[in-house]
């Protein structure tokens, strides 16, 4: 009676498993993420005239550090802003209500008006 010798195919199968091992960590994406640091001092400070927050509403109103902006006005705003500073960062507070998409939408704005690093402002941190 004849067997069907399954050796080979068991190298097989641990060739696979050992190149999918290597594979898999070299196609992981990553961001690198800025956390900032929790303070211990409850006593809120007065807001630092030279940061540049954009916030933007559950209505998707665009203000820059209060001044009301429309979209199509953000990138100019922040290109006339950020042309005339060495401190290319600027923080972003959104509303947790609005879609993902309108906060990328104005990181790509930020980013094409030449803005270095964005923050994003968490509900914990304002």
């Given amino acids: ?26 196609r992981q994406m990553d961001l690198d993420v800025k956390v900032p640091q929790s303070s211990e001092s409850d006593t809120p400070s007065a807001p630092d005239p030279s940061v540049i927050v ?26 006339k802003i950020y042309s005339e500073r060495s401190n290319k960062n600027m923080f972003i507070s959104a509303s947790p209500k609005l879609p993902y998409g309108d906060v990328v939408r104005v990181i790509d704005i930020a980013k094409g008006a030449g803005v270095g690093d964005i923050g994003l402002v968490t509900q914990e941190i304002q």
Avoid: C, H, K
């Fill in 54 to 79: 954009v916030s933007v509403s559950e209505t998707a109103q665009i203000a820059i550090n209060g001044t009301e902006q429309t979209l199509s006005r953000l990138g100019d705003e922040l290109q």
């Fill in 1 to 26: 009676m004849a067997n069907i010798n399954i050796t080979p195919y068991i190298d097989i199968l641990l060739v696979l498993l050992i190149i999918f091992m290597v594979i898999t960590p070299i």
